[in-house]
């Protein structure tokens, strides 16, 4: 996951003709209005192996000619920027799959492609994915001179017996050793992910963990609750009886600890599951919290932006064809590969704009709500439903001159809190649209 604002580039490494374009791209300002602005989220779909826990769309190959892949992800990210009609790329996240198997001159040539279609400013954030077992040092380093300016390390856990129950390939020790390395080449620059809810897990030993992570970290954590997702190999071990299935209650208990000893270790909880010290907040994620424009490139990648010519509709939802090899086949002809685009309506759009704002400790300004409402206001929408009125005497809730907002308490329950208010919202949009004639 993205996370610094701070416009931090010493820690790449000096060398390669990549790494001098991407420091001298600033001396051909473009400026460009919100509207042409976005982030872009480039997908690698290929893994060593499938973890058991994991859905996502990835592939273990025999082989892989990257030089077809890296062809083709210039290509597409090309064309979308030239669809879109964005002027500004804003941060650019290298997810995946294990985007650290990539070579360097692969996340190379697609940022030289990004700033000649469009302008990728010398500051912007650029995260790379990283396993701690395709990331030794030598290869951060050169991912860094190929313009990675931020490492999103995928811990997990800190107990062995843990990583193997979620198939990861990597030790305890390999863990951290990666991190140290991170750190010495990224600085303040490191992102890492811990899971809690796992079958069997008590709350005392994770806890630990966390206390354990919290000498080696940077400043950027981020805790997730495992979901069993239907297909997965833990998934079905739980399904037969084989594993304990994960207990909720447990799960909330860490959430609500966790979030309090990271609190205490000075990290502000900005977002439901990321926590950030010394502003290192995630540029590129912040970006889908606010709902902002960002495009997709890559098989299974996901996009949201205004098409040039759209006709009206404020956005579409993107999504590229999921298999790599199809990927790549339309790619080459077509020069994107987009298998579903789906206009987005105003109100799927403000559904969006609340439930993605809501997670943040900002929460929704009126200013940010008014860029996507401008006849509805925050008050109107909510401010006379006694629902939305009991939440806030609970405390769960903030209504004010800023906005509207979750407060501590309201964070951790969001999703209960979106089921109060999301009817209420659409409640609103009916009551103010014109009746059909």
């Not at 990283?130 to 800190?158: H, V």
């Not at 030993?205 to 950027?220: A, T």
Request: glycine share 10%.
């Amino acid at each position: 996951m993205g996370r610094g604002t701070r416009p931090r580039t010493g820690c790449q490494k000096a060398g390669g003709s990549a790494h001098k374009h991407l420091l001298e791209r600033d001396r051909r300002p473009r400026p460009a209005p919100p509207s042409s602005r976005a982030a872009l989220y480039v997908h690698w779909p290929y893994c060593e192996k499938r973890c058991s826990y994991c859905n996502f769309n990835k592939y273990i190959p025999r082989g892989v000619e990257e030089a077809a892949m890296r062809s083709c992800l210039v290509t597409e990210a090309r064309t979308l920027l030239r669809l879109s009609g964005v002027r500004r790329v804003e941060s650019v996240f290298f997810g995946g799959g294990t985007p650290s198997l990539a070579s360097p001159s692969t996340v190379a040539a697609v940022l030289e492609a990004v700033d000649q279609a469009s302008h990728l400013p010398a500051d912007s954030e650029v995260t790379l994915e990283a396993n701690p077992t395709s990331a030794p040092g030598a290869r951060l380093a050169a991912f860094g001179a190929a313009g990675i300016n931020r490492l999103s390390i995928g811990l997990q856990s800190l107990d062995d017996t843990e990583l193997q129950l979620l198939g990861r390939t990597h030790s305890a020790s390999d863990a951290l050793q990666t991190l140290a390395e991170a750190r010495r080449l990224f600085p303040g620059r490191v992102s890492v992910d811990l899971m809690l809810g796992l079958p069997a897990q008590k709350l005392g030993p994770w806890l630990q963990q966390l206390h354990e992570l919290l000498g080696h970290c940077d400043d950027h954590i981020s805790l997730y609750q495992l979901t069993l997702e239907r297909g997965t190999s833990l998934f079905t071990q739980v399904q037969r009886g084989t594993l304990p299935a994960p207990d909720p209650e447990v799960a909330a208990e860490m959430y609500q600890e966790g979030r309090e000893v990271l609190r205490e270790a000075g990290f502000r909880q900005y977002e439901v599951s990321n926590f950030a010290r010394n502003g290192a907040l995630s540029t590129h994620n912040w970006t889908y919290w606010q709902c902002g424009q960002y495009l997709g490139v890559g098989p299974g990648a996901h996009g949201r932006f205004v098409p040039q010519g759209a006709g009206g509709h404020p956005r579409e939802a993107r999504i590229q064809t999921l298999e790599p090899d199809n990927w790549m086949k339309e790619v080459m002809l077509f020069g994107h590969g987009t298998r579903k685009r789906v206009p987005l309506g105003k109100l799927e759009l403000l559904e969006e704009v609340l439930a993605m704002g809501l997670r943040t400790d900002m929460g929704i300004t009126h200013q940010h709500w008014q860029r996507f409402e401008s006849q509805l206001s925050l008050w109107e929408v909510f401010g006379s439903s006694q629902e939305v009125k009991a939440l806030l005497m609970q405390g769960l809730l903030l209504l004010d001159r800023r906005g509207l907002r979750c407060s501590w308490e309201g964070l951790a329950v969001l999703d209960s809190l979106l089921l109060t208010l999301l009817p209420r919202l659409q409640e609103a949009w009916l009551q103010r649209a014109p009746s059909p004639v």
